[in-house]
Each structure stands twice: as structure tokens, then as C-alpha cells.
């Protein structure tokens, strides 16, 4: 096993990550920034050359960061043998092939339990291990579609819209990585792992929540409404003289608005003077709020609405993100330096540990980078792993 000291409060498990593409290495992402011993097991024929300009990309160092990068060509009966050695005293499985692949390769869950009943195995596949649509290959945009996501994204009247992130890789992937920790304290307790799976398609109706409540309770089918609040309104992004803000305006807020907008008649018109009729009036409560938000700056407005206890902020292109002064005061720019890239920024954690802070210990690995090293930890000698070589067995 390893024998680097490794911090991190997940620094006592041992991850084999079989992932590839995104919500896989999502999961995995999320242990190995907690420090859990991340080791990535790639084809040694990937098209991922060590030098390749992907692998050097921003997403792959994102998504890989903090992990060792060892091959291994499970097509071939010796490369197997050796997963299955490391099977033996690892802590955690994770895969994102199509159902039937890990079952082909002989690396399925019920046979690595055999040889390792505390493995916790997980596995993210587009749409289930089982039922009809099993073995079709899953695409986040797909899945997308089918969650029920792209029919209730977008402005009326202008067709399904997809959201502007891989949201049902990253989901699938978070939802994943909280399964993984849940079945290691549920090995706590027990002493047996458990096999821990999820779906492109079951994280984003997971994630749709009230919009799908809405459907599941009250049989009401959610609609687009452009960047309108499905439910409380006014809350919506409203034109300025220089751009666009947000304003959520609903409730007991909707007087404090209409007040610092110089509007007072919003509160009685007889469009506007409930909640249901701003409700069912939005687009005209809209046009009226813009009759004055248009006339001034948009940093005014941030200002007032919020002295006011109105909820408003800007709508920033993603150099703007970065650079606003909250955001560079939760860090979530993390620094790492790179041996050919230099220093670098990737995303930081969505969570903080007040005891266990977050950091990149190490940028992503090229191919293969601690092959040698890592079968070392699992007893290999130096001849042994020169002769896997020979035979393109690594």
C-alpha cells in the first residue's frame, strides 16, 4: 500500500478508479480532494497520450487533480489478476462503463465481492444496471431530455432548451460520491460493503425536486418560463440601463420592492395586489418593474435593493464570477502548479470543513505517471512489473 502520508479526512481509503468521460471522475473527484487515496487505472492505448493536449486541458485537470494515473490493459488475463490483487485490500470501486462491461472483463461486483466482502462498489451508468433502456449508451444531453429538465429550461415558445453545464454528469456523480461515503459508514457498523449505483437519468429527476413534486402531488405540469420563478414572482432577471439583475421580489418582499422602485400602485393594481395574480400576470408585472429599473445603473439598483432587504445581484459572464470579491473570498479558485502547464487555478470545493481545509495536494497525473509506484505498494517487484511491460500487460 501507499506509504506517502496522505492528509485528508477520506485519507484512510483506497479508491480503484476505473472512470473515464465525466460523471465517473466527478465522484471520484470528490474523494480525492478529501483525501482518499485515489488510484486511476487507465488503458495503457488510451488516446490520451502523456502529451496530449486534452489531458493537459482545463476540464481533465479539473476533474483529475489529487490522483495517481497507473495502466493496465484488462483486456488481458494478467492485467486483471493484477486489479483483483488490488481489489483485495482496497476500500472502494468506481465505474462508469456500460452495465454489461465490467461483467465482459470479469470485474463485476459480485465476483470482486468474492475475493473483498468490505468493498463498497460503485457504479454510474446513463440510465440504470438494469430495465429496458440498460444497455443504451448515456449521454448527458440525453438525459437531460428525458429527465423532464429541457421541457421546463428555456423561454416560451422556443423549444426545449438544455442547461448550460454537463448538470446530470455532475449530479450523478456528487449523488455517487455520497453513496460511496454513506456504505462506508454503514461498513462501520456491519463490516460488509454493499454495491452503490446511480443513473444519469435518476440524479437529474432526483435533482428536478419541486419541479418534479409538482408533478408526482399535485398532477400540475411544470411549463418554461425564461428566467421567470416557476412559482413566486416577481423574481426574475430584470433590464437595467447598462444590462440585466436579478431581483426575487415575492412575498412579504414584493412591498419593499415596489417601494424602492419608486412604484407604490404595484401593491394594489388589481393585476398585481395577490400572490396568485402576480402569478398568473408575470410577464406584465415584468415590463412594469422594468419601467423603472431601466432607468438607472445596474450596480444602483444591487445596492438599493439590498440596503432594502431585497434579494438582487448581478448576472456575470464567468471572468466577472471570478473576479467579484466574495467569490475570491471563498477561494474557489484553488492554485496548483503543474510541471508543464505552471501554475494554475482549478475549481475549488462546493463544501468547507472548518477543521479539514481543501486544497489541490497535486495536479492531475499524465498517463501512467505512478504505475511503477504504485504496484511497488501492492507487493510487485521491479522484474515483474519490466516483464508486464514486455507483454503489454501496462
Known amino acids: 500500500m501507499a506509504t506517502k502520508p496522505r492528509k485528508g479526512p477520506l485519507a484512510r481509503f483506497t479508491v480503484l478508479d476505473l472512470t473515464r468521460a465525466r460523471s465517473g471522475p466527478t465522484a471520484v473527484r470528490q474523494l480525492s480532494d478529501w483525501g482518499a487515496n485515489v488510484i486511476k487505472i487507465e488503458e495503457p492505448t488510451s488516446r490520451e497520450s502523456p502529451m496530449d493536449d486534452r489531458r493537459h486541458g482545463p476540464d481533465f485537470q479539473n476533474l483529475h487533480r489529487n490522483k495517481r494515473s497507473i495502466t493496465l490493459n484488462l483486456k488481458t488475463p494478467e492485467a486483471v489478476a493484477i486489479f483483483k490483487r488490488m481489489a483485495e485490500t482496497a476500500d472502494v470501486i468506481v465505474e462508469n462503463y456500460r452495465p454489461g462491461v465490467k461483467h465482459r472483463l470479469g470485474i463485476d461486483y459480485e465476483t470482486i465481492r468474492k475475493i473483498n466482502p468490505r468493498i463498497v462498489y460503485a457504479s454510474i451508468s446513463g440510465f440504470g444496471q438494469d430495465g429496458p433502456y440498460a444497455d ?157 429599473t431601466t432607468r438607472r445603473l445596474s450596480a444602483e439598483w444591487i445596492e438599493e435593493l439590498n440596503k432594502a432587504g431585497v434579494p438582487c445581484g448581478p448576472i456575470y459572464k464567468l471572468n466577472e464570477t471570478f473576479a467579484d470579491p466574495q467569490v475570491r473570498h471563498l477561494g474557489m479558485a484553488a492554485p496548483t502548479r503543474h510541471p508543464v502547464l505552471g501554475d494554475i487555478e482549478l475549481v475549488s470545493q462546493g463544501v468547507r470543513l472548518s477543521g479539514t481545509p481543501f486544497e489541490v495536494r497535486s495536479p492531475a497525473p499524465d498517463l501512467g505517471d505512478h504505475t511503477d509506484e504504485v504496484l511497488r505498494e501492492f507487493g510487485y517487484k521491479d522484474a515483474e512489473i519490466s516483464g508486464f511491460r514486455e507483454r503489454h500487460v501496462l
Request: glycine letters at 10%; one cysteine or more; a negative charge.
Open 136 to 292: 443504451r449508451p448515456g449521454l448527458d444531453q440525453v438525459a437531460q431530455g428525458m429527465s423532464g429538465l429541457m421541457s421546463i429550461t428555456g423561454v416560451p415558445g422556443e423549444g426545449p432548451m438544455r442547461a448550460g453545464i454537463a448538470i446530470g454528469d455532475s449530479s450523478a456523480g456528487i449523488y455517487l460520491a455520497f453513496g460511496i461515503v454513506t456504505a462506508l459508514l454503514e461498513r462501520e457498523e456491519t463490516g460488509e460493503g454493499q454495491w452503490v449505483s446511480t443513473s444519469l437519468l435518476q440524479a437529474l429527476i432526483s435533482m428536478l425536486d419541486f419541479q418534479a413534486a409538482r408533478w408526482l402531488v399535485a398532477h400540475d405540469v411544470p411549463q418554461q418560463v425564461g428566467n421567470d420563478h416557476p412559482m413566486y414572482m416577481p423574481t426574475s432577471a430584470f433590464r437595467t440601463a447598462d444590462g440585466y439583475i436579478n431581483i426575487a421580489g415575492s412575498g412579504n418582499l414584493y412591498p419593499r420592492l415596489c417601494k424602492v422602485i419608486g412604484r407604490p400602485e404595484l401593491l394594489t393594481h388589481p393585476d398585481f395586489s395577490d400572490f396568485k395574480l402576480r402569478h398568473k400576470n408575470r410577464r406584465a408585472l415584468v415590463a412594469a418593474i422594468e419601467e423603472s
